[in-house]
Each structure stands twice: as structure tokens, then as C-alpha cells.
């Protein structure tokens, strides 16, 4: 209410009943009617003025405040209390109503309704001051949920009852569900004690509140009505909703971390299976090797600790790595901070090698020195058989590069001093043994070098169906001839058995060269048994020590009773001139050429062999798709002569060149040369159409023998091309080979081969000789 000024006070004064005002702001009294004065017992407005009263506790200033704030515009509070006119005590009820003063200090105007006497017992009054000190909130209720009194606590609370334009009751308007107010008056009306705790709508805004009601009568009036006693709990709740939330999420964490903890277990345990530990205590020299690790060496653990302690470590090392280890032992305890990384071999109890890769670290004392070595041994035997075989097949492929090379020079020499010789011995009338010689040797050195391009691959295979059962039995009648007499051959070859796809002339040195290591390895005598049988594509693919496509094979397995190969000697075996055989005895080549042969052909060759029992070496060859057709009988050879048509040779190495000039003109054509491919392409523009260009592939100065080759048929689409080359017909790409319709001969030739292919390319028939 607006306190407008004297005359409202004239008003007041006007009162019967005590009234004062009071000043919140200063504490303490300002104005007071005369019936005020009596009661305070003050003279004058002045002297109440100056009464002191702030020895009032904070709750009374408290009270005062939420009295001001809390009580609406026209809203009146009666509330009970206990004053100190004059120093006794002395209760009253009093009505309360907040006013300005002066406009705007807050004030409360104070009316004295009724003087409680002395009447009641002690007990009483101090039950009624406990209840109105409490915090907790009292109020009771009538049965129809209106609030008929309540303590200051719960007046601070809910301020003054209104009422509401919900249509709800004072008691429903408290609970956030009204309905809930229903269980307040049921209780009340079963006379029992209810405890619950629930949301209630506060002036302080949704406050959890323990609740206690129960049925009790009007003092004033004997109805019955509700007491509800409150108690703000939401600090408790929050902290308890808390607590569980921490508690949930402390469980999950703990099922997370033994999950984890699970995970590196396993993970650890995993590692431990693949790797081995090491843990050296380098003072008392106590070592602890895991047990995984003595079981891969073959070791019960004790036995291995006892091994260790009578022998040293160096016992289980292989002994070409004993020095190395020490050594880096030494500089590992040495150098304590930086990594130990080692590969070396450890000898199993059965005395086989296995290659461990160490990894570790030290742990050093205050002063840095190593006290103890720990770290992880790994198996790495079989990434060092890998490693080896990729090394000993890179090397092979530069060895059979650099052969190529020699054996393509080599058969340029080959050509000249058989051309030569054949010649002399054709027209010079030469001493035909003397001529005959030097032919024969021409024939050896002509085997070398195929063996060679054989190693290397890029020998001319003319691959057909091949029928086994025709051709070992056929052969081991010539071998028998040369091998010694103490050894029997064998021959085993399965009734079904596939015909293979392969070159026959080839395959026959191939097993020719077998069979001659065989009777090596058995000075004393013994048995070679040639098994052939076949081998379905599922066993190609189980055998991956085998660089074979999932084909079905037939292998010739060649098995002696020799003096076998130790496994170094089988690694190295293939290699071209390794040989064990005394100087004049054995080039080395013979199984190079065979595997050379054999790769070549889509197969490969794999050797087993057992030291002092005998060796196996199996050749895997492609089975052919059609049967193979009956091998003729090699025909004499024969010289066929030209009538005088015009041959154009293209080959730059000179004597080459006129060696196989004198060849062809000795055969009856007449002959014309060029050294590289743009004179001869000069020739071709300056001549009439030769009957036959004879062309060497491999030229000097950027254009080959195929590059003209395509430049002529531009021109002359319909020229006859044959090509002559100490590598194999493999160099001319089968796509040029097609375009261009070549033919092909291999150097070295004889007069007779050349004066076949000549004819047959001049009568328009395609020709592909090789050596
Ligand atoms: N059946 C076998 N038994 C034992 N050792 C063998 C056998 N076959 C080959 N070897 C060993 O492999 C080496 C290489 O064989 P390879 O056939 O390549 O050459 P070579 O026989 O020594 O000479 P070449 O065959 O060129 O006359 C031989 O010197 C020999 O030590
Ligand atoms: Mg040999």
C-alpha cells in the first residue's frame, strides 16, 4: 500500500487498537499511534524513535524482509509473536502489512490484533516459538486443501496464500501435480503418518520437498484438518541423483578398464606366442628367456637353464655368429641408451639353425651404467629363406642376361668358322678330316651357347606335343651307350600319363643332361629311375615352392642313388658354371640349361636331394592339349641349290657378313650386301627387287633388322624376309613377326639348313629354323 502521508497517520492515530510503523531499512520503530506508545511504553513518537533494537536476531530481520517482499498489495499477515516492550516477554498476534515510507524506504504497518495472556503454559509458548524458528514448513490445511495457517518457514516459502485462477485448491496449487495434493487430505482422513518426496511449486521456483502429513483437529473450532510438514530436500536429491550417476559411471569405467586390461592380456599373451622375451639381471647374470622361446630351440625349460649355465650362451649360437654376438653385446652394455638390434642363428637341440631378430633395450642405474637387458627375440627363418632365394634369383637373372649376350656374340664366331670350313672342305679341296674337325668343334661350341641361351631363356623352342612313352624309351637307347655299365635305367611312366607340350629336341638335352649327372653321382654304380607321371592343376596349386600357373603338369622325376647334395650345393646348383667336377669335366651348365629349358616351357625344375643317398631332380613341363603326333626319322641332310636368284644380305659384323655371302653364293644365287639398315634401305632404292632380303636383327645404330624389314614392305609389299639371329626368334615381337610374314634361322647354320630355308622362303613356304 501507498503510504500517502500525515493524514494517514491522522487516521491511525484515530485507531482503538496499538499500531506502529516500522522501518525495515534502519530497524527500528518510526511512527506509532498513542495506543503504540502505551504498549512500547514510550512518552513520545521521538523517544520510540530512538529505541535500540538491534540486539534482534537475523531471524527477526529475515522475517521482517520476507514479510515486505512476500505479502501482496492488500494482503494482510497474522502471525504470532513474542515482544519485549518493556524487557519481559510478552506474545501477541499481529497483523502485518508492508507500506512506504516517505515514498521510499519499506515499511511495515504493524496492528496489535490480540494480547495472548499468560494463560497457556510455558510448554505451549515454547512450542509455539519452535515452531515458528524452525526451517522446517508447517501448514495446515482445512479439508477442502485451504491453507488455515502456516509457520514463517513455510510463508518464506510459498508467501502468502492467494488464491489461484487455476481453479485449484491452496494445497493443489503447491505440488507441481496438483493431483498429488489428493494423498495429502487421504492421509489425513486415514489419521496416518505419510512420508514422500515431491516437486512443489516454491516462490523460489520447482523445489523438491520431504513430505509428512497427517490428520489432526482445529485447535479453535475442533474440525479436522491436515498438517503438512515440509522439508526442502532438493540439495540432497540433486547430490544423491548425483551420486548415482557417478556410481553408474565408475561402474562403466571399471568394465571398460577390465576390458582393456582384458585386451592387453590377450594381445600380450598373442605377442609372447609369436615372440620371445629376454630379461638379463646383467649384475647377479641371471638370464630368463620365455618359455615359448627355449621350446622353439627343443628344450624342456630346466634343461635349457642348466644347458646355458655348463655352456655359455655361445653353445646354442650358430658358430659363424658367436663373435658377432659378443661383440654386440659388449657395445650394448657399452652404450646402454641407445637400442639393441641384432639378427643372428640359434642351433636348435637337433642342431638346426633358426634365424631370431633381437630387439631390446638396457635399464640403467642412477649412475647410467646397464643393469639389466630386456627385449624381444623373434623367429625370422623364414623371411631369411626368402630373402636368399630372392637373391640367388636376382643374380641368376643377371647371369642369364650377361650369357645372352656372350652366347649372340659367340654364335656370330660359331657361323663364320663353320661357314669357312664347310667351304673349304667344298670347294678348296681341304683335308676333309682336318675340315671335319673344325665342324665338329663348331657343333660342340654351338651346344654351349644353346645351353646358355637355354639358361637364359632365349633359346628358339619350337614347342609341340611330346609322347613321353615314345620318347624316353627311345632315348635311353642312345644314353645307354654312354652311360657307364654299372647303371641301370629305369623307366616308370604312368598308362594315362598326359603328352607334354614342349620342344622335343630341347627336352631331349635336357634329360640327356640329367641322366649324364646321374651317372656322375654314381662312380660305384646304381640305379636312375625315370618316373613320369602326371600332376593335376589342385597339386600345382599345393606346391607353392613351385613358380607354376594352376595348370595341369607332367613330371619326369630323375632319381639316382648317388652321392646326393648337401643343401648349400642344391642352392646353388642351377647356377650357371657351378660345377664340382674337375677342370675339363664339367661346365656347370647342364642344369641351368635344363631349368632354363624348362621355365621357358611354362614348367620348372626342382631339385631334393639327401647327402649320401641320392638326388631327385623333377621337371615340370605344361601338358599339351592335342595328342602327340608319331616322330618321324630324322632325314640326312641334304643341300638344295638356288638358280642364280638375287639375294640381298643385311648383317653388319663383317665376317659374318662374308662368310654367309660365300654360304649363298657357294649354293647358286648371286649376292649383294648392306651393313646397316639405312644403306640397305639406300640399296633397295637404287636396285630392282631382290628375290630375297636375308636380314640379321640385332644392328648397330638404332634401327634393327625389323625396322627395315617394315620400311621395305611399305614399298615392296610382296619381298620375300629371312631373318638370321644368334638370339632367338623371340626377339621379333609375334606381332611383327605376323605384320611382317617373317621367317626366321638361328645362327650358327650349317651350308644345308641355310640352303633349305632359302628355298622354302623363295617357293613362298614360311620358315622357322632354329640352330
Ligand atoms: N644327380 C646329382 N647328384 C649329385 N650332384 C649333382 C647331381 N646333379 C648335379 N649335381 C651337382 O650339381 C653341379 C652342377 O650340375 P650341372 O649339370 O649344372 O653341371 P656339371 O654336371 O657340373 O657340368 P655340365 O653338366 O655342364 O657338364 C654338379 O657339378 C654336381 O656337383
Ligand atoms: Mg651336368
Known amino acids: 500500500m501507498n503510504f500517502a502521508g500525515p493524514q494517514d497517520l491522522r487516521q491511525l492515530q484515530k485507531l482503538s487498537t496499538p499500531v506502529w510503523i516500522f ?19 514510550a512518552g513520545s513518537v521521538d523517544e520510540l524513535r530512538l529505541r535500540d533494537f538491534s540486539s534482534d536476531s537475523a531471524t527477526v530481520r529475515e522475517r521482517l524482509r520476507q514479510i515486505v517482499e512476500l505479502a501482496s498489495d492488500d494482503g494482510q499477515i497474522n502471525d504470532t509473536w513474542t515482544l519485549y516492550p518493556s524487557g519481559e516477554p510478552q506474545t501477541v498476534i499481529l497483523s502485518f502489512q508492508p507500506v512506504e515510507i516517505e515514498g521510499t524506504y519499506k515499511g ?31 501448514t495446515t490445511f482445512s479439508m477442502e486443501g485451504q491453507v488455515l495457517t502456516q509457520n514463517p518457514a513455510a510463508l518464506a516459502c510459498y508467501g502468502a496464500p492467494g488464491s489461484s485462477d487455476d481453479g485449484l485448491t491452496q494445497l493443489q496449487a503447491r505440488f507441481r501435480d496438483p493431483a498429488l495434493a489428493e494423498k495429502v487430505l487421504n492421509c489425513g482422513s486415514s489419521n496416518e503418518l505419510a512420508h514422500w518426496e515431491a516437486e512443489m511449486r516454491t516462490a523460489a521456483g520447482l523445489r523438491t520437498h520431504a513430505l509428512s502429513a497427517r490428520m489432526g483437529r482445529d485447535p479453535v473450532n475442533g474440525d479436522a484438518v491436515t498438517v503438512l510438514t515440509e522439508e526442502d530436500v532438493s540439495e540432497r536429491v540433486r547430490l544423491r541423483a548425483l551420486q548415482e550417476s557417478e556410481k553408474e559411471r565408475l561402474k562403466h569405467a571399471v568394465a571398460e578398464s577390465s576390458d582393456k586390461l582384458r585386451i592387453s592380456q590377450e594381445r600380450f599373451e598373442l605377442a609372447v606366442q609369436t615372440a620371445a622375451i629376454w630379461d638379463w639381471d646383467v649384475v647377479e647374470d641371471r638370464l630368463f628367456l620365455s618359455p615359448n622361446f627355449t621350446e622353439a630351440l627343443g628344450y624342456e625349460r630346466g634343461e635349457f637353464t642348466e644347458h646355458l649355465r655348463a655352456n655359455r650362451i655361445a653353445s646354442v649360437l650358430h658358430e659363424e655368429d658367436v663373435a658377432a654376438y659378443e661383440a654386440k653385446i659388449v657395445d650394448h652394455l657399452a652404450h646402454p641408451t641407445r637400442p639393441l638390434t641384432h639378427e643372428m642363428r640359434f642351433v636348435t637341440k637337433s642342431g638346426e639353425a633358426r634365424w631370431y631378430h633381437c630387439q631390446g633395450k638396457c635399464v640403467t642405474d642412477e649412475h647410467g651404467k646397464a643393469i639389466r637387458s630386456v627385449g624381444l627375440l623373434t623367429d625370422i627363418t ?117 603328352p607334354v607340350h614342349a620342344d622335343p ?80 669335366q664339367g661346365s656347370g651348365l647342364g642344369l641351368s640349361m635344363v631349368q632354363g629349358f624348362s621355365r621357358q616351357s611354362r614348367g620348372d625344375t626342382r631339385i631334393t636331394s639327401v647327402p649320401g643317398r641320392g638326388t631327385t631332380v623333377s621337371i615340370y613341363l605344361p601338358r599339351a592339349e592335342v595328342a602327340a603326333t608319331p616322330r618321324a626319322n630324322p632325314t640326312p641332310p641334304e643341300i638344295a641349290l638356288g638358280q ?47 628375290d630375297l632380303y636375308l636380314v640379321d636383327i640385332l644392328l648397330p645404330g638404332g634401327k634393327s633388322g625389323v625396322d627395315f624389314a617394315r620400311a621395305l614392305k611399305t614399298r615392296q609389299p610382296s619381298a620375300n624376309i629371312l631373318f638370321m639371329s644368334g638370339f632367338s626368334e623371340n626377339q621379333l615381337a609375334s606381332s611383327s613377326g605376323e605384320e611382317l610374314g617373317a621367317n626366321f634361322i638361328a645362327k650358327p647354320f650349317d651350308r644345308s639348313a641355310i640352303s633349305k630355308a632359302l628355298r622354302h622362303v623363295l617357293a613362298g613356304a614360311r620358315v622357322a629354323q632354329k640352330a
Open 505 to 584: 629336341t630341347q627336352l631331349e638335352t635336357a634329360i640327356l643332361n640329367l641322366a649324364l649327372n646321374a651317372r656322375d653321382a654314381m662312380p660305384g654304380g646304381g640305379t636312375l629311375t625315370i618316373a613320369c607321371r602326371n600332376a593335376e592343376a589342385q597339386e600345382i596349386a599345393r606346391a607353392t615352392e613351385l613358380e607354376l600357373e594352376r595348370h595341369d603338369y607332367v613330371v619326369l622325376a630323375f632319381s639316382d642313388t648317388g652321392k646326393g647334395m648337401s643343401p648349400e650345393q642344391v642352392q646353388k646348383a642351377f647356377e650357371p658354371f657351378y660345377t664340382t667336377k674337375g677342370v675339363g
Open 108 to 138: 511495515i504497518l504493524i496492528e496489535l490484533v490480540q494480547l495472548l495472556g499468560r494463560d497457556a503454559n510455558d510448554d505451549t509458548w515454547r512450542l509455539l516459538e519452535a515452531a515458528r524458528a524452525t526451517s522446517l514448513m508447517m
Open 23 to 41: 522501518d525495515v531499512d534502519r530497524h527500528g520503530i518510526w511512527w506509532a499511534n498513542s495506543q503504540g506508545l502505551a504498549f512500547w511504553k
Open 382 to 498: 623364414e623371411r631369411k629363406a626368402l630373402e636368399a632365394t630372392l637373391l640367388v634369383s636376382q643374380r641368376m637373372e643377371a647371369i642369364g642376361q650377361l650369357t645372352g649376350g656372350i652366347a649372340h656374340d659367340f654364335n656370330n664366331l660359331l657361323t663364320v668358322i663353320q661357314g669357312n670350313a664347310e667351304l673349304l672342305k667344298e670347294f678348296q679341296g681341304s683335308d676333309d678330316e682336318l675340315t671335319a674337325e673344325i665342324v665338329s668343334a663348331v657343333r660342340r661350341g654351338a651346344d654351349l651357347t644353346k645351353h646358355l641361351l637355354a639358361f637364359a631363356r632365349q633359346q628358339t623352342l619350337i614347342p609341340k606335343a611330346v609322347d613321353l612313352h615314345q620318347l624316353v624309351p627311345e632315348m635311353k637307347k642312345t644314353f645307354l651307350r654312354t652311360i657307364s655299365e654299372t647303371v641301370t635305367v629305369d623307366f616308370e611312366a604312368a598308362p594315362d600319363l598326359w
Open 644 to 690: 642364280d636368284e638375287h639375294i640381298h644380305i643385311l648383317e653388319d659384323n663383317q665376317h659374318v657378313q662374308e662368310t654367309v655371302s660365300k654360304l649363298v653364293r657357294s649354293l647358286g644365287y648371286s649376292v649383294t650386301t648392306s651393313d646397316t639398315a639405312a644403306e640397305a634401305l639406300e640399296w633397295t632404292h637404287r636396285n630392282p627387287q631382290a
